[in-house]
């Protein structure tokens, strides 16, 4: 048995229940416990005021407000996100840590728990968990700005628009947000592990994400006459129906995931529609996966096209198809020996903290991954589920919420393996490149 699967054995037998866990840095700390309500205050003001992808200006200007209370040098950047910097007395390296700082389109629902904190923004709820990233990147600024002695330069990234591709961090990454970063640190909580608890993984993580629109064009008319037409309904269900056997038969299911949104075409009920749209996503991990389910659309489609085809005159150009593939995401790539760093950092100063060190891959998606392209890191699942206080929900759902206990193990986790890193960046960064990026597709558009 390997030291990680131990200690990640021995944790799970000894945590019957979840307790508020602290490292070796605030365990002893007499100021913890004002710091930790601080960063529950903060959570809780950043729920009740959420904001969508790119609107996050009321946002923007409380986190602007709260870097000048500490007196933290900041700037706006990507129209709606905020770029800090906390130098230290000392030279040395460059961190990013990041917090996404939008909101979902989803009307929270009042509960036993929430009442205090409820959204106050008709329609639009921090239910992914964001409220909760910039509280814990706010505690790990306050804490490297009270404790300037260190070397280097922590870099703070309030990001907008994680939620919708393209997604904030390109524009961050655009106008120079990463330039002079040597590392970077992003955190996510979720329900699907425990509280008390991380999950990390070497390698792909998370997966990128592929967004399809195909228009399947017929030629409409009268119910009655079906010889005189070609029905775009009956081209989306065969087209559908073959699609997804020849992907079984291609790929291993644990390989990829697609689905469809939307299928919308007519509007009478004895009428042939015209054309029929069809709308949907797949999720990879890796490019050469992409690129297969890229083709076998445009093969199916192909085939569909070629079925329906009819003779004569008035047939000409019918059917038809158009087929445009957005590729938004990329897959989620963490550096293996920052990763290996961590877990060590981890086991050393949170002894109590369970550790999945080798967590599932997920088919959730996370722009963060942009920033994995272009310099070594990690992003560290942090576990959010809580059966004693009934925190059940999924991340998205209108109930969702956090076990507000966590936010200080998080907090505590940025500053700790951040200052790690700025002391002793050779134990993160002597590795080589795990992931070889290429330029990110944007869109395969196919018009025939």
Same mark, same amino acid.
């Given at each position: 048995?390997?030291?990680? &699967?131990?200690?990640?054995?021995?944790?799970?037998?000894?945590?019957?229940?979840?307790?508020?866990?602290?490292?070796?840095?605030?365990?002893?700390?007499?100021?913890?416990?004002?710091?930790?309500?601080?960063?529950?205050?903060?959570?809780?003001?950043?729920?009740?005021?959420?904001?969508?992808?790119?609107?996050?200006?009321?946002?923007?200007?409380?986190?602007?407000?709260?870097?000048?209370?500490?007196?933290?040098?900041?700037?706006?950047?990507?129209? &709606?996100?905020?770029?800090?910097?906390?130098?230290?007395?000392?030279?040395?390296?460059?961190?990013?840590?990041?917090? $996404?700082?939008?909101?979902?389109?989803?009307?929270?629902?009042?509960? @036993?728990?929430?009442?205090?904190?409820?959204?106050?923004?008709?329609?639009?709820?921090?239910?992914?968990?964001?409220?909760?990233?910039?509280?814990?990147?706010?505690?790990?600024?306050?804490?490297?700005?009270?404790?300037?002695?260190?070397?280097?330069?922590?870099?703070?990234?309030?990001?907008?628009?994680?939620?919708?591709?393209?997604?904030?961090?390109?524009?961050?990454?655009?106008?120079?947000?990463?330039?002079?970063?040597?590392?970077?640190?992003?955190?996510?909580?979720? &329900?699907?592990?425990?509280?008390?608890?991380?999950?990390?993984?070497?390698?792909?993580?998370?997966?990128?994400?592929?967004? #399809?629109?195909?228009?399947?064009?017929?030629?409409?008319?009268?119910?009655?006459?079906?010889? !005189?037409?070609?029905?775009?309904?009956?081209?989306?269900?065969?087209?559908?129906? !073959?699609?997804?056997?020849?992907?079984? +038969?291609?790929?291993?299911?644990?390989?990829?995931?697609?689905?469809?949104?939307?299928?919308?075409?007519?509007?009478?009920?004895?009428?042939?529609? $015209?054309?029929?749209?069809?709308?949907?996503?797949?999720?990879?991990? $890796?490019?050469?996966?992409? $690129?297969?389910?890229?083709?076998?659309?445009?093969?199916?489609?192909?085939?569909?096209? +070629?079925?329906?085809?009819?003779?004569?005159?008035?047939?000409?150009?019918?059917?038809?198809?158009?087929?445009?593939?957005?590729?938004?995401?990329?897959?989620?790539?963490?550096?293996?020996?920052?990763?290996?760093?961590?877990?060590?950092?981890?086991?050393?100063?949170?002894? @109590?903290?369970?550790?999945?060190?080798?967590?599932?891959?997920? #088919?959730?998606?996370?722009? #963060?991954?942009?920033?994995?392209? +272009?310099?070594?890191?990690?992003?560290?699942?942090?576990?959010?589920?809580?059966?004693?206080?009934?925190?059940?929900?999924?991340?998205?759902?209108?109930?969702?919420?956090?076990?507000?206990?966590?936010?200080?193990?998080? &907090?505590?986790? #940025?500053?700790?393996?951040?200052?790690?890193?700025?002391?002793?960046?050779?134990?993160?960064?002597?590795?080589?490149?795990?992931?070889?990026?290429?330029?990110?597709?944007?869109?395969?558009?196919?018009?025939?």
């Amino acid at each position: 048995m390997n030291k990680r &699967t131990e200690h990640y054995r021995k944790n799970k037998r000894n945590k019957l229940h979840v307790q508020k866990i602290r490292g070796n840095i605030l365990r002893n700390d007499s100021n913890a416990e004002a710091l930790e309500a601080w960063i529950i205050e903060l959570r809780r003001e950043f729920h009740r005021y959420p904001e969508l992808s790119f609107e996050e200006y009321d946002t923007q200007k409380r986190i602007l407000k709260i870097l000048g209370e500490l007196g933290i040098e900041a700037r706006k950047i990507a129209d &709606t996100g905020v770029l800090a910097s906390i130098r230290g007395t000392l030279p040395g390296p460059c961190i990013a840590l990041r917090s $996404d700082t939008d909101g979902l389109q989803v009307q929270e629902e009042l509960t @036993e728990r929430n009442s205090g904190y409820i959204s106050k923004n008709d329609g639009v709820m921090h239910a992914c968990g964001h409220d909760g990233h910039m509280a814990m990147l706010f505690g790990a600024a306050r804490l490297f700005q009270e404790n300037r002695n260190f070397p280097g330069e922590v870099r703070l990234i309030f990001q907008p628009a994680e939620e919708i591709p393209p997604g904030g961090s390109e524009r961050v990454i655009a106008e120079g947000g990463l330039e002079g970063v040597d590392a970077v640190m992003g955190m996510h909580i979720f &329900t699907n592990h425990e509280s008390g608890s991380v999950g990390i993984r070497p390698g792909p993580y998370m997966a990128s994400t592929n967004r #399809f629109e195909i228009s399947l064009i017929g030629k409409g008319g009268h119910i009655s006459k079906p010889e !005189s037409c070609i029905d775009p309904v009956r081209m989306a269900t065969d087209f559908m129906s !073959s699609l997804y056997p020849a992907l079984k +038969k291609q790929l291993e299911p644990d390989k990829y995931i697609i689905g469809v949104g939307r299928i919308q075409g007519g509007a009478q009920f004895n009428r042939i529609p $015209d054309t029929v749209e069809i709308l949907g996503s797949y999720r990879t991990f $890796d490019r050469e996966t992409t $690129d297969i389910i890229d083709r076998m659309i445009k093969g199916c489609l192909e085939e569909v096209v +070629k079925r329906y085809a009819k003779p004569g005159e008035e047939f000409s150009g019918f059917p038809d198809y158009e087929l445009d593939i957005l590729h938004g995401y990329p897959v989620l790539v963490n550096d293996p020996v920052f990763t290996d760093a961590v877990h060590l950092n981890l086991q050393e100063n949170f002894p @109590e903290l369970t550790i999945y060190p080798e967590i599932e891959k997920t #088919f959730a998606a996370e722009d #963060f991954a942009s920033y994995l392209q +272009k310099v070594p890191g990690v992003f560290i699942s942090l576990g959010t589920r809580n059966p004693e206080k009934k925190i059940l929900e999924v991340n998205h759902s209108c109930t969702f919420d956090i076990d507000e206990d966590i936010l200080i193990t998080g &907090t505590e986790i #940025f500053y700790i393996v951040s200052l790690d890193f700025l002391k002793t960046p050779e134990k993160y960064l002597n590795s080589q490149s795990y992931f070889s990026p290429e330029p990110l597709r944007k869109s395969l558009k196919t018009d025939r």
